[in-house]
C-alpha cells in the first residue's frame, strides 16, 4: 500500500477516490476521523490520506493524481510558494508555511 494523495479538505480525497476507483484503482482513506465536524477545532492537525492499496497501481495513481492537481493549480489552488521568511517550498494550498509558520505572501 502506498499513499499517493492527502488534502485538507476530505471532499477532495473522496473525490480523487472516485477518480481513481473509476479508472479501476483500488484505494482507501486514512485518517478520516482527523477532520472533525464543522466548527470544531481537531487536536490534531491530520489530514486524510488517499492510499492505493496494490503497489503495482502507483504509478498510474500518481499520474492521475499530478494531473487533478494540476487542473486544481488552474482553477483555485495557487501556484508552489517559496516562503519569505526561511525559503521552504510550500504548496499551493497552504496559506502559511508548514516549516516556519509564516503567512503565504499576497497573491497577485
Ligand atoms: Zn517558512
Redesign the pocket.
Known amino acids: 500500500m502506498k499513499k499517493v494523495y492527502e488534502n485538507l479538505e476530505f471532499a477532495m480525497v473522496g473525490h480523487m477516490k472516485s477518480l481513481l476507483e473509476s479508472k479501476g484503482i483500488k484505494c482507501e482513506i486514512r485518517n478520516e476521523g482527523g477532520v472533525s465536524v464543522a466548527g470544531e477545532v481537531p487536536f490534531t492537525q491530520v489530514y486524510p490520506e488517499l492510499w492505493v492499496l496494490s503497489n503495482g497501481d502507483v504509478p498510474t495513481a500518481k499520474k492521475f493524481v499530478a494531473e487533478y492537481r494540476e487542473t486544481l493549480g488552474k482553477a483555485e489552488v495557487g501556484p508552489a510558494w517559496k516562503?519569505p521568511?526561511?525559503g521552504?517550498e510550500v504548496e499551493g494550498q497552504f496559506g502559511e508555511?508548514w516549516?516556519?509558520g509564516?503567512a503565504a505572501p499576497e497573491k497577485t
Do not use: I, T, V
Open positions: 516562503c521568511s526561511c521552504e508555511c516549516n516556519c509564516a
